[in-house]
């Protein structure tokens, strides 16, 4: 079984600043994948950055770094120079890498507002 | 190129109605997933095929909800006898087994209210 817990409902930033937002997981697999997913209130789920278990370096994408610690079991996501188009749902997320063990376990998570 | 697709985008039912809700996945996508996301929620999983084989189903609240992908490419989610608790969006996402980053491809949903 996989668990995530995202523990901030809300987060209110200042433009320009960065934001780090809390994801932790739990899992019995030896090797597995952590996502995090932007969700406007459009609706739609945007992938953003991911971090294999066995991944030595942490994952970058842009503005969007992943901290990876694997011994805390976090996976926290950081946005740098936050914009205010950055406001959204952001979800963390997680699997496992077994062939046929393919879906995701979402965590609740952290609705960010940036504030011009 | 074309993404996930998903129809109706909105659908009101009344409780006892069946429904029926598709999904067209990116050409290609051998895995394809259904998710139900209720308000203020993550979303959670409902499914999983890989091609045309159901390889997961242990996410489907009850047996009234139904999903199938006879071709492997275009899925239906059905839910027979709508229940109030049934309202939420439905996401359909779709991966290829050849992208190393395992990410899925995530459509627009539908949004099912049962009055």
């Known amino acids: 079984a996989q668990k995530i817990t995202q523990t901030q409902p809300g987060m209110f930033v200042q433009e320009k600043e960065a934001v780090t937002l809390d994801c932790t997981y739990d899992t019995s697999d030896p090797s597995y994948g952590l996502f995090w997913y932007k969700q406007p209130s459009s609706g739609e789920m945007i992938f953003l950055i991911y971090q294999g278990s066995y991944d030595q370096q942490n994952a970058t994408e842009g503005r969007y770094s992943l901290n990876f610690q694997k011994a805390r079991k976090s996976a926290n996501l950081v946005i740098s120079a936050s914009q205010l188009g950055d406001s959204a749902m952001y979800f963390c997320a997680m699997r496992g890498l077994k062939v046929g063990n393919e879906k995701l376990t979402f965590g609740t998570g952290t609705r960010l507002t940036i504030i011009p | 190129g074309a993404g996930v697709s998903q129809s109706p985008r909105y659908k009101v039912a009344k409780r006892g109605q069946d429904v029926a809700l598709r999904c067209d996945p990116i050409s290609g996508h051998v895995s394809l997933f259904w998710y139900q996301q209720a308000l203020g929620q993550g979303p959670e999983f409902l499914t999983y095929?890989?091609?045309?084989?159901?390889?997961?189903k242990s996410g489907l609240p009850s047996d009234r909800f139904f999903a199938e992908r006879p071709e492997g490419s275009v899925s239906t989610l059905k839910i027979q006898r709508t229940q109030q608790e049934d309202s939420a969006v439905y996401l359909c996402a779709s991966s290829s087994i050849q992208d190393v980053s395992y990410e899925q491809y995530f459509g627009p949903g539908t949004r099912l209210t049962v009055t």
């Open positions: 095929f890989q091609n045309e084989a159901q390889l997961d």
